[in-house]
């Protein structure tokens, strides 16, 4: 099941509709988890998603393969907005998309039907204007200071 799932992955990126990526831990190489983006062409959103491997949860690798994947949404896919929903139970998924200035825009209630239980699911977003925002730095910072961001490092500082 696995391995058709990753089947898909390839023909998802030529359509230009899915982009799925590995989480691989710097050091040990091996997978770690998966990042990904469902891309709407038509309103150039993506809805994203992601998940880590238990044994290595609350190290910031899901942070920070969430900001890198914003980052390229953004910068390289041209996309306006980026969204993602969670379990209103699961927060730490919550506080990943806080931490990658993500904003809560809203609760699904009973939206999801998990196991015959009816689940509320958090809305989370950003649109580009945020990005943009968040990665220009404040005059008083702009010497040396530090900069707000997503991951990926801002088109005019190379
Ligand atoms: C959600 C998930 C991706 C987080 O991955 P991770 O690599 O552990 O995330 P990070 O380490 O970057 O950040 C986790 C944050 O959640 C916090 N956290 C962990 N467990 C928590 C809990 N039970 N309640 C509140 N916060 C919690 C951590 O303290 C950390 O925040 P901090 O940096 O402010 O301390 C991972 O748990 C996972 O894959 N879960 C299963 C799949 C899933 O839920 N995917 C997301 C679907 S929307």
Redesign the pocket.
Known sequence: MAERWIGTHRIGFAWGDRLILAVTHRNEKHLI?TVGLGIERDHDRAE???????P???????????GAIIGYGFQELGLNRIH????SR??????????VGMAHEGRLRQHVRKWGVYEDVEVYGVVREEYDAARTPAPALQNGGEEAGYGLPHPDKG
């Open positions: 988890g994203l998603g992601y998940w880590i491997g238990r290595y949860w609350n190290r910031g690798y899901a942070t920070e393969a969430v993602a929903l969670h379990f699961n927060t730490a998924s919550g506080r990943v998309m806080q931490k």
